[in-house]
C-alpha cells in the first residue's frame, strides 16, 4: 500500500501561482510514477500531469501545458505541482496518484492509489 497526503491548495486571484505537494508513505516510492488529477464540481476527473520514476518523462494536459510543472524528490518521496498563470476555471480539487508498472500513466485506471485531495480556488 502507498498512503498518498496532499498539501499545498487554497484559494488565490486569477494570475497567481500555487505549489500543490503530495507526500507518500507505506510501500517504498521506488518505481511508482505519480500524477496529479482534478475534478471540479459536476465534472469527471481528468488528468493533470504525470511523471516517471526517474523524472526522466513527464507528460501534461493541454489545458495545462506551459502553465503547470510536474516535480518530484525521490528521497523526500514527495511530488510537487507548480501552477503558475491559475485561472479560475483550474478551480478544482487535485488529487495525487500513484502508478506502479506503467510507463506513462495518463488514465484514471493506470493509477492504483490516491490521496484525499486539496481544493484549489482561483477567483477572478
Known amino acids: 500500500q502507498v498512503q498518498l497526503v496532499e498539501s499545498g491548495g487554497g484559494l488565490v486571484q486569477a494570475g497567481c501561482s500555487l505549489r500543490l505537494s503530495c507526500a507518500a508513505s507505506?510501500?517504498?516510492?521506488?518505481?511508482?510514477?505519480m500524477g496529479w488529477f482534478r475534478q471540479a464540481p459536476g465534472k469527471e476527473r481528468e488528468f493533470v500531469a504525470a511523471i516517471s520514476w526517474s523524472s526522466g518523462s513527464t507528460s501534461y494536459a493541454d489545458s495545462v501545458k506551459g502553465r503547470f510543472t510536474i516535480s518530484r524528490d525521490n528521497a523526500k518521496n514527495t511530488v510537487y505541482l507548480q501552477m503558475n498563470s491559475l485561472k479560475p476555471e483550474d478551480t478544482a480539487v487535485y488529487y495525487c496518484?500513484?502508478?506502479?508498472?506503467?510507463?506513462?500513466?495518463?488514465?484514471?485506471?493506470?493509477?492504483?492509489?490516491w490521496g484525499q485531495g486539496t481544493q484549489v480556488t482561483v477567483s477572478s
Open positions: 507505506g510501500r517504498t516510492f521506488s518505481g511508482y510514477a
Open positions: 496518484a500513484a502508478a506502479y508498472g506503467v510507463l506513462q500513466p495518463t488514465r484514471r485506471a493506470d493509477f492504483g492509489f
